[in-house]
Structure formats: C-alpha cells, structure tokens
C-alpha cells in the first residue's frame, strides 16, 4: 500500500494502491503514518517526497471503505482524528523539508496532503479536487487551514464550496504549485528537489518550517521573538559554522544537517 525507500538522504513515500486512485483505507493510513514517522525519526533522511503510484496522487478516503463502515453504522469511525490528523500533523511539523510529487489527480484528504507539504511539483497531468461538498461532507485533514494561507480566503471558499477541480496550469497561476512540469518529468525533478533540500541546512530548514508556521497565528513582537530564539541556536550549528568559514574562503559550502 506504501513503499518506502531511502537513498542520497532523501525517503520517499509512494502511495501505492493506483487501482483505487491511491485512496485511502485504514491499512494504508496507518501505513503512511508508519513511513511518515520513520523518516521523521531516522536521521539519515534529511527531506522527504511524497507521491502516487500510477494515474492518481490520492483520491482522499477510500470511498468503499466508508460506505462499509456507514451502513455498519460506524460513521467516520474516528478516522479523521485517529488517521488524517496526526499524518497532517507530523508532514507539517517534522524537522526537515517534504515535497510533494504530485502526479495525477489529489481528492479530498489527498488534496489535503498535498497542501500539507511544504513544497508541491505537480506533473500536467496532475488536479486538485476538493472533493468533500461533492459527498456532504466539510473539508478535513487541514485544509481548511492550509488551503487559505496558500490562495487566500477567498479562492479557497470558492474551490470547497464548489469542488470544481483545479488544472496544474490554474494551480499554478494561484500559488498552489511551485512548478509544473511534463508528466515524464516529474519524478527526476521532484527528486533533484527533494535531493538539494536533502544537502541543505537541516536545522535551519527546520527553523524556517517553525517560524512560518508560528508566525501564521501570532502577533509580529511575538513572531520577531522567536525568530530571534530559532536565529540563536541556527548560530549554533556547524552547519553554520562551517558555511560563515567557506564564504570567506570563497568556497561551496557543505552542508552535513548538525
Ligand atoms: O472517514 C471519512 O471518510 C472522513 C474522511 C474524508 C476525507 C475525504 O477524503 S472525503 C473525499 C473522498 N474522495 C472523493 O470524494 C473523491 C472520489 N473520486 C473521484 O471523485 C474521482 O474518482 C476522481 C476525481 C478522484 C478521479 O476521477 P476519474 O474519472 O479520473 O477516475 P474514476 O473512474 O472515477 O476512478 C477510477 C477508479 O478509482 C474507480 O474504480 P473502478 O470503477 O475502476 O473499479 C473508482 O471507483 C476508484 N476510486 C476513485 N476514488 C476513489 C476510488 N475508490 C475508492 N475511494 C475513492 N476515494
């Protein structure tokens, strides 16, 4: 349902079940956070990427499943609290960079998914839907959060409200997208991505994902203060260190994430 591979410090995490559109089942919720944790604890891994196997990014929760566990009379089963949101969680709040490859249609929680990763390349094959009024349900999975801050309040009302799919051209015009790139292009350049993020400064990587998440709902004394906070222990690292010294060399600095 997952595969998971590491290699130049970089794990990537596909979602594996293209017969159903990389929907997603409890099994493979708890799969991909599994992977997801791996990474975020292994410190080999330096960035993480994250895509689809086949035509779909992920169509969001794996519809079978759900009507199985309505006519049960097991309603959404926890599921967003138990599975959606600690994923959503840990891709925001781990301390290094994850990049989404997305290369084909993101539906509802996987759309969400997307919107969770700090960085998104999409393929011009790839589409946003967010699917959930499509079905009566509200958005989840964060992107009632995410989706806002990435193409403003307004846009984002429109694309939940409505559901209309959004193409990787308008996906980009709207900020949603850093890059769209040929289909057959996608994985080499989403992974020369995740590979220069992987060679990056780490901790200051994961300075910067703190900073911009804390600064989204607070005050600027407030946000100024913990930019000094985060400012002094970057100061601290070698990476740091070692790139003050190859400047004034007029060397490439090497960065090794300490
Ligand atoms: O507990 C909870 O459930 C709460 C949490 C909710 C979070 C959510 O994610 S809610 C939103 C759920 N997702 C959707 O509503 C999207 C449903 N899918 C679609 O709208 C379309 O399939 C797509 C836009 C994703 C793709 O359309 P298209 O025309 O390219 O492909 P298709 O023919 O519709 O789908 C291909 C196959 O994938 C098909 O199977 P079949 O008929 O060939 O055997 C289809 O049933 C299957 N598939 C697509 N999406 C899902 C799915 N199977 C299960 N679950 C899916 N979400």
Not at 35 to 62: S, Y
Not at 144 to 157: D, E, M, N, Y
Not at 209 to 226: N, V, W
């Amino acid at each position: 349902m997952i595969r998971y591979d590491v290699a130049d410090a970089v794990a990537a995490i596909t979602l594996d079940r293209p017969d159903a559109m990389n929907s997603l089942t409890v099994e493979a919720k708890s799969a991909l956070l599994g992977a997801l944790r791996e990474a975020a604890g292994d410190t080999a891994v330096r960035a993480v990427l994250l895509t689809g196997a086949g035509r779909a990014f992920c169509a969001g929760q794996d519809l079978r499943e759900h009507a199985d566990n309505l006519e049960a009379g097991r309603g959404l089963a926890d599921t967003v609290r138990a599975h959606y949101n600690p994923i959503v969680e840990l891709i925001a709040t781990m301390a290094k960079p994850v990049v989404a490859a997305v290369n084909g249609v993101a539906a509802g929680a996987g759309a969400s998914l997307a919107f969770a990763c700090d960085l998104r390349v999409a393929s011009e094959k790839a589409r946003f839907a967010l699917a959930f009024s499509g079905i009566g349900l509200a958005p989840d999975s964060g992107a009632s959060w995410t989706l806002q801050r990435l193409v403003g309040p307004g846009r984002a009302a429109e694309l939940m409200l409505l559901g209309e799919p959004l193409d990787a051209a308008r996906a980009l015009e709207l900020g949603l997208v850093t890059r769209v790139v040929p289909a057959d292009d996608l994985q080499k350049t989403a992974r020369e991505l995740a590979v220069r993020l992987a060679s990056g400064p780490t901790l200051a990587y994961a300075a910067t994902k703190r900073a911009l998440a804390y600064a989204a709902t607070h005050s600027l004394p407030d946000s100024l203060a913990l930019e000094a906070e985060l400012q002094d222990a970057c100061a601290a690292t070698h990476d740091h260190l070692d790139a003050t010294r190859a400047f004034l060399a007029k060397e490439r600095p090497v960065f090794n994430g300490r």
